[in-house]
């Protein structure tokens, strides 16, 4: 069926004039795979519908954070009933409590935890805590992987630097970034050698658990292991940041999953159940180092909002219940499944990399374990695909380095849908 775009490229033209290029986060451009947004009217369960009545089901999910579809019923009902006693106090609340409580009972290595409003700000928080703790000044973080956009994390990042071929950014100082060490991700002799040269200046490791903005890269057996060893050895703190992995592969996150814990854990967006929320946390003894306990200062005048907080226990409620992620695994290797049959009877070799409800199809047929690995993706082969199946009413991440997200709503029907459109959207890109 013919889909029609005129009022989301109505919407579009008059964004460019009062937006820089028509949006507010650059990968929703659609630059890379050659389109231009389409505007969403609203959204329920696994399924968008934009402002021309067009219907997608998404792997998006806002980035990540929707595991229980949009509007779920019980994130509207507790943020209605948390609009109707105020949307901001700047004084503690009951739901900060509530919230902190339950994130500690959840991730295994955190004993308190400070919220804040976005991923960017929990790692760029977490750094200058780990600063403020050691006394160090150099921070270890990964090539491709992608920790928010503060100045001293934007070397060699994932995600829109990615995707949009932007190295580092103009607007950095060079002193600044001169203390950030990027090394091969899943490369445990590279760090070694830098905590060999360096060790007594480095404060921290951040690493994505799972690496999710350059595709899906799984950690190496082992690689977690070591950086964990390489920390004790050398007094440096290894921050995970599981702005995404958190709560999605299990209900600790990465760390739980693979069984090595950090000292310092950045959450994001999932904690928010889609509202603007961010998080980090870890052991007392580190924690209360931040002000006012201790003198690392970091702010917001709306963390630990309470309509933030009513979604985000809402949410976090949702996947403390029996069975959430054994259906998330199922639900995603199924499609994980039909997509590789797809892609063999086109005949279109494809690597598909999947953890848990993430994953990501890259368009080379070899093994993806790295950055270097990653950039071998045929990212022109990725555009078909994209745009076949947004034709077939499938929503992907408009970019190869992203990834796809399942969640509690896609159905057997959704995933089903999902597998026959990229059978057919397959055979355009062999063509
Ligand atoms: N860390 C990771 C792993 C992310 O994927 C992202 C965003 O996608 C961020 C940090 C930054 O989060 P935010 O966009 O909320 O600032």
């Not at 013919?2 to 109505?10: A, D, M």
């Not at 947004?37 to 519908?49: D, I, M, N, Q, T």
């Not at 592969?249 to 000292?263: C, H, K, S, T, Y």
């Not at 310092?264 to 180092?289: D, S």
């Amino acid at each position: 069926m013919e889909r029609k775009h005129t009022l989301s490229q109505e919407l579009f033209r008059r964004a460019e004039q009062v937006l820089p290029g028509g949006v507010n986060s650059p990968v929703r451009s659609g630059r890379s795979v050659g389109v231009t947004p389409f505007f969403v009217k609203s959204a329920a369960g696994c399924r968008l519908e934009d402002e021309d009545g067009n219907v997608y089901i998404d792997y998006v999910g806002s980035w990540g954070p929707l595991i229980a579809g949009h509007a779920h019923p019980e994130v509207v009902e507790a943020v209605r009933q948390a609009a109707t006693r105020g949307t901001s106090y700047g004084i503690p609340c009951r739901l900060e409590v509530e919230m902190a409580e339950k994130v500690v009972s959840m991730v295994p290595s955190m004993d308190m935890v400070r919220m804040v409003n976005s991923g960017t700000e929990a790692t760029m928080s977490a750094i200058r805590l780990a600063r403020g703790y050691t006394g160090r000044p150099k921070l270890i973080k990964f090539d491709g992987c992608y920790h928010g956009h503060s100045d001293c994390l934007l070397v060699k990042g994932g995600s829109g630097l990615l995707t949009l071929g932007i190295p580092g950014s103009p607007g950095v100082p060079d002193e600044i970034v001169s203390h950030t060490v990027s090394l091969p991700y899943n490369d445990l002799d590279a760090v070694e050698t830098a905590f060999r040269k360096m060790g007594d200046q480095i404060a921290c490791v951040i690493v994505e658990p799972v690496a999710g903005n350059m595709g899906t890269v799984p950690p190496a057996p082992g690689f977690l292991e070591g950086l964990r060893r390489l920390c004790d050895t050398h007094g440096a703190l290894l921050i995970f940041d599981e702005v995404i992995t958190g709560f999605r592969l299990a209900p600790g996150g990465a760390q739980q999953r693979f069984g090595v814990l950090p000292d310092l854990t950045c959450l994001g967006k999932i904690i928010g159940g889609g509202l603007p929320v961010g998080a980090y946390g870890g052991r007392r003894k580190i924690m209360e180092h931040i002000a006012p306990t201790g003198n690392v200062y970091q702010a917001g005048t709306l963390s630990g909002n309470p309509l933030a907080m009513a979604a985000g226990l809402a949410m976090l409620n949702i996947l403390s219940r029996p069975g959430v992620y054994e259906t998330l695994e199922e639900r995603a290797a199924y499609l994980e499944a039909g997509l590789a049959r797809a892609a063999e009877e086109a005949g279109v070799p494809v690597t598909l990399n999947r953890v848990g409800s993430m994953g990501c199809a890259f368009f080379n047929g070899e093994p993806v374990r790295d950055f270097q690995s990653a950039l071998q993706s045929n990212t022109e082969a990725y555009g078909i695909y994209f745009r076949e199946m947004l034709a077939r009413g499938v929503y992907l991440a408009p970019s190869q380095f992203e990834c796809f997200f399942v969640g509690l709503a896609h159905d057997r029907e959704a995933l089903d849908e999902t597998i026959a459109a990229a059978g057919e959207a397959l055979q355009v890109v062999k063509n």
